[in-house]
């Protein structure tokens, strides 16, 4: 199983500067890389301090002249946002910045708050049909000359420029939940990446079903790779109570996400106070006790144990989910004690 770093800038105040919130991702990837992690992923967001990516192409281009082994993954394009030229050149000029070390992660997107800002009319639970016309319009473009008459986009005949240095394609990700998606990117030939958000592993094993079960329906197809993100914090082995400031700030996360997914209420300059807690007094899930059972929260040895019932699932990738609202130091030496203490006891060149 291999490991990746799920990353973004992250300001839950203006007491950390953008400057510094950025140079703080930059050390958690460099950190990544020299502790043999595969991949670094990086979302697009729009108008939010919580989770700050207009674009994760031009933050992926700067790591790539900062990193020479790690790849380099957009982790989510939201496709109603773009146009498939965009996405095809962009894609591959970062392959060709990075020497080959792409990854296009491809998502439908969920914040309506976003899409009223940068798709207004469009409800978020229609993305999909983007999603669906976008990614075999991608590929055509990487490839050659090739016209699109889609019901979204229509362009003459046109290219992608540049090309990708990784042949045929770069590896392209589809984020799925419900088995239509599933099935759309397996049948595409598309790897998948999953997120159980707070819920327990039974939903883990529900998202491997749909998956498995969308292998099985297209024997036709090289099975693809299946990523996995969850939140994780590794803490020191002497700390009893080491679980419960990484899952209440998981928690917080969470209430903010809640804040901004239903969209009620204005943000100011690009901040929007959380859901408060009492909100959830029905919802047992996002309880830190029960977060401290969903996330991935505990000694090196509690964290090793988790990740090998995620490897016999068949998880490929288990992406570690830094965004969390613990301060840069506190993720800091998460990351070290994952590093010294976990990646070693996995094969993580399969």
Known sequence: MRFS????????????SHEQS???LTELV???EAGGFSTV?????????????????PQLAYLAAKTSTIRLGAGTIIAPFWNPLRVAGETALLDVISGGRAEVGLARGAHQFEFDRMAPGLP??????????L???????????YAHDGEIWQFPTSTSVPKPVQQPTPPMWIAARDPASHDFAVANGCNVMVTPLMKGDEEVESLVGKFETAVADHPEV???????LRHTHVHDADQPEGWRRPAEAIQRYYRTFHAWFMNKTTPVNGFLDPTPAEAFADKPEFAPEALRKSAVIGTPE??????????ELGIDEFSLWSDNSLTHEEKKRSLELFIEHVVPKFNTTS
């Open 135 to 145: 990614v075999p319009a991608v590929r055509e473009l990487w490839q050659g000359d």
């Open 30 to 32: 460099q950190m990544a």
């Open 302 to 311: 509690e964290v090793v144990d988790r990740l090998r019932g995620y490897e």
């Open 222 to 228: 090289p099975r693809p790779d299946l990523m996995m």
């Open 5 to 16: 770093l799920f990353v973004h800038m992250e300001r839950w105040d203006e007491d950390v």
């Open 22 to 24: 950025f140079a703080n």
């Open 41 to 57: 992923w990086i979302g697009e967001h729009h108008a939010m301090e919580y989770t700050i990516s207009p674009s994760p192409m």
């Open 124 to 133: 978020a639970a229609e993305g999909g049909k983007h999603l669906r016309e």
